[in-house]
C-alpha cells in the first residue's frame, strides 16, 4: 500500500498554494505550520514572509486567508495576533486520514519511507573479551539497536557493526597461562551457559593476573606471546579464538536476555581490521596527514592542547611500532567507507571518549576518507547513575554487573504482574514479567537524550504511573481488552460523525506518527519517539475516560468508531514500541 498523506503536510500544501496566490515571490517559503493549543494547528511563516516583502502582517495574513479554500480538510482558519493563522481540521478530515492508515495491510500505519534512504554503518553494543559486560555497556546497546530499529524502518539500508575488544597485550597473559594450564577452560565452547562461560573466564582472568604480577619470568613470557600473537603463530591463533568464543557465548546469553537481535557476522572487533594497520598509517604519512615525532606516528590538531600548552597529537603508531587504537578506529573507517560503501557512520560511545572520535573523525576528512558525501557521527551518552545521583555502583563500591541488573528489572516487574494478574499462568507471569523489566530497563534509557546522564531507579521504572514503559504496556492491554469484550461490535471507521474534543485530540496526535518517526530517525532521537507514545497513552486515556466505549453503550456507529480510535492507538503503541525494542504483551 502506497503511504498516507499526513494532515499537516495536507494542510502545509495548501498553505503553500495560498502564499504563492498571494504573492508569487512566496514560492518555496515555509508556512512554519505547528500543533497548537488555540487550534489544530497555527501557522506562523507570514511574519518572515511580510517582514522580507515590507509588508503588514496582518494584512498579508488576511489576503492569504481570502486564498484558502475550506471544507473536509480545513474547516476554518482565522487570522490571530500579529499574523498568525489558527486552523481547524474538519472532524471527516481525521477520521478519513486514520482510516487509510489503519488500511495499510503492510503494519506501517501508512508511514512512508524516506526519500532518499542511504547506507550507514552503525557501531554499538561493544562488550570486551574475557571481561564481564557491566551497566556501562547498557547504554550502547540500548540506544544502538533503537536507532537501527529506527533507521531500517525508514529504508536505510543498515549494516551493523559490533566492535567488541578482543585483541591487546592482555591476551599474551591470558594465552600463555592457558597454555601452561590447560585444563582451566577443558570443556568445548558451547557445552555450558553464558553466564557459566564469563564466570570461567573471569576466575582464568585473575589468576593469570596475580601470575603476571608475581612472577617476572612469567611477565616475560606473557610478552612474547603478544608478539606470537600479532605475528599470526597458529597455535596462538587457536588460543585466543577459543577466549573469543566462550566470550562470544555470554555475549549471546546477555543480548537475548534484553531482547536483542545479535548476528555474528556483524561481530567485527579490533582484530578484524590487523590486517589493515600498516597500510593505515603508511597512507596518513606518505599523505603528510601524519608525521613522526619522537619515533611515534602522530596527527597533532591546533585546539586540542594538554595543561602545558602543547598540543597532544593522536598517536597512531607508538614508538615501539605498536599500534593504537587510533590505527584500528581509522582502519575501520576506511572498511566501512569503501568496501561497505557506506555514507554515515554512526558510533554509539561514551561521552567520555569524544575527544578521541573528534580527533579520529578529523584525521579521517584530512585523508578524505571522510568528506561532504560520507560522514561520521558520534552519538554520545551519557552514565547510568544510582538514586544518589553518583555513578552507579554496588555497595562495595564495584561496577554492577549487567545480568544482575536485568534479573533483580525481571523480579521485580514480575512481582507487579502477578499483583495485577487475574487469569494468567505461573508461565505467563513469567514471560510477561520479563518482557515488563526489560521493557522497563530499555525505555528509562531511550525516555532520556543519550547524551544526558539518567538514574537508574527500578522503583520508577517498574511503576504503573507516569512516563515508563509499563504504563505504555498496559495501556495497549488494556486496548487489547476493550476489544475481547467489545463482542459483535467490531471497529469501523466513520467519517460522518462529529467527534467528542478527546476523540479529536487522540486523532491528531495519531496523525503525527509518521512525522515522529521521521524526525526520531533523522535526528537519531529515540527520545522524541518515547515522548510522542507517552502523550498518546496519556491522550487515550483522556478519550477512555470521556467517551464511552463499551458501557455505557453508545450508538452502535459511534461504538465502531471509537473502538476504531482504539485500535489504530493499539497499533500505533505496539509499532512505536517495536522500534524502542520494547515488547507489548496481548495481557497484563
Avoid at 421 to 430: G, T
Avoid at 432 to 446: E, P, S
Amino acid at each position: 500500500m502506497a503511504s498516507v498523506t499526513s494532515l499537516s503536510d495536507s494542510v502545509q500544501q495548501h498553505l503553500a498554494s495560498a502564499l504563492v496566490a498571494t504573492r508569487p515571490e512566496a514560492a518555496g517559503a515555509d508556512p512554519l505550520l505547528r500543533r497548537s493549543d488555540r487550534a489544530d494547528y497555527q501557522a506562523n511563516g507570514i511574519l518572515a514572509l511580510a517582514k522580507k516583502a515590507k509588508a503588514n502582517p496582518r494584512e498579508l495574513a488576511t489576503e492569504v486567508v481570502s486564498h484558502i479554500v475550506t471544507g473536509d480538510l480545513i474547516k476554518d482558519v482565522e487570522v490571530s495576533g500579529p499574523g498568525f493563522l489558527n486552523i481547524t481540521i474538519g472532524d471527516r478530515a481525521i477520521t478519513g486520514n486514520l482510516a487509510a492508515r489503519y488500511a495499510d495491510d503492510t503494519g506501517r500505519l501508512g508511514v512512508p519511507h524516506a526519500e532518499h534512504p542511504g547506507t550507514t554503518v552503525i557501531d554499538y553494543a561493544q562488550p570486551n573479551v574475557a571481561k564481564e559486560m557491566h551497566v556501562g555497556h547498557l547504554r550502547s546497546a540500548v540506544i544502538g539497536d533503537s536507532v537501527v530499529q529506527l533507521l531500517e524502518f525508514t529504508g536505510e539500508s543498515v549494516v551493523r557493526r559490533h566492535h567488541i575488544g578482543d585483541w591487546g597485550t592482555q591476551f599474551g597473559m591470558l594465552i600463555q597461562y592457558l597454555d601452561e594450564h590447560p585444563h582451566e577452560l577443558d570443556h568445548e565452547a558451547g557445552e555450558v551457559s553464558g553466564e557459566e562461560a564469563m564466570s570461567n573466564l573471569d576466575r582464568l582472568y585473575k589468576a593469570a593476573r596475580r601470575h603476571f604480577d608475581s612472577d617476572e619470568e612469567f611477565k616475560t613470557r606473557a610478552r612474547r606471546r603478544v608478539v606470537d600473537l600479532q605475528a599470526g603463530d597458529p597455535k596462538t591463533l587457536a588460543a585466543w579464538q577459543k577466549f573469543v568464543d566462550e566470550s562470544k557465548i555470554y555475549f549471546f546469553s546477555v543480548f537475548e536476555k534484553l531482547d536483542m537481535e545479535i548476528r555474528d557476522p556483524d561481530i567485527v572487533g579490533e582484530s578484524g581490521y590487523n590486517d589493515m594497520l600498516a597500510e593505515t598509517c603508511r597512507l596518513l604519512e606518505e599523505s603528510g596527514v601524519a608525521v613522526r615525532s619522537e619515533g611515534a606516528l602522530c596527527v597533532f590538531f591546533e585546539d586540542v592542547k594538554g595543561p602545558d600548552g602543547k598540543q597532544v597529537p593522536l598517536i597512531v603508531q607508538k614508538s615501539d611500532g605498536g599500534y593504537g587504537y587510533a590505527a584500528t578506529d581509522l582502519s575501520a573507517i576506511r572498511d566501512r567507507v569503501f568496501n561497505l560503501k557506506a555514507d554515515t557512520l554512526l558510533y554509539v560511545v561514551d561521552a567520555r571518549q569524544s575527544l578521541h572520535f573528534k580527533m579520529v573523525f578529523e584525521t579521517a576528512r584530512r585523508a578524505g576518507w571522510l568528506n561532504d558525501d560520507v560522514t561520521a557521527q558520534q552519538l554520545a551518552f551519557g552514565t547510568v547513575l544510582g538514586k544518589d545521583g553518583k555513578p552507579f555502583k554496588t555497595r562495595e563500591g564495584e561496577t554492577v554487573r549487567l545480568v544482575d541488573l536485568l534479573d533483580e528489572a525481571i523480579d521485580r516487574a514480575s512481582a507487579v504482574v502477578r499483583e495485577k494478574a487475574q487469569d494468567l499462568s505461573e508461565q505467563e507471569i513469567a514471560e510477561r514479567g520479563t518482557q515488563v523489566g526489560i521493557g522497563a530497563v530499555k525505555y528509562a534509557d531511550l525516555s532520556t537524550s543519550a547524551n544526558r546522564d539518567y538514574k537508574f531507579d527500578l522503583d520508577q521504572m517498574v511503576s504503573l504511573n507516569g512516563d515508563t514503559s509499563v504504563y505504555l504496556q498496559y495501556a495497549y492491554a488494556r486496548i487489547q481488552s476493550i476489544l475481547r469484550k467489545a463482542g459483535d461490535v467490531r471497529p469501523g471507521a466513520h467519517p460522518e460523525l462529529e467527534l467528542h474534543e478527546a476523540e479529536r485530540a487522540l486523532g491528531l496526535h495519531l496523525d503525527a506518527f509518521a512525522e515522529t518517526v521521521a524526525e526520531a530517525a533523522r535526528e537519531y532521537a529515540p527520545h522524541k519517539l518515547t515522548a510522542y507514545l507517552y502523550q498518546l497513552a496519556s491522550l487515550f486515556t483522556s478519550f477512555y475516560d470521556k467517551c464511552p466505549v463499551i458501557k455505557p453503550a453508545p450508538p452502535r456507529d459511534v461504538a465502531e468508531n471509537r473502538l476504531f480510535l482504539s485500535d489504530v492507538t493499539a497499533r500505533t503503541l505496539h509499532q512505536g514500541m517495536a522500534l524502542l525494542g520494547i515488547r507489548t504483551p496481548e495481557r497484563l
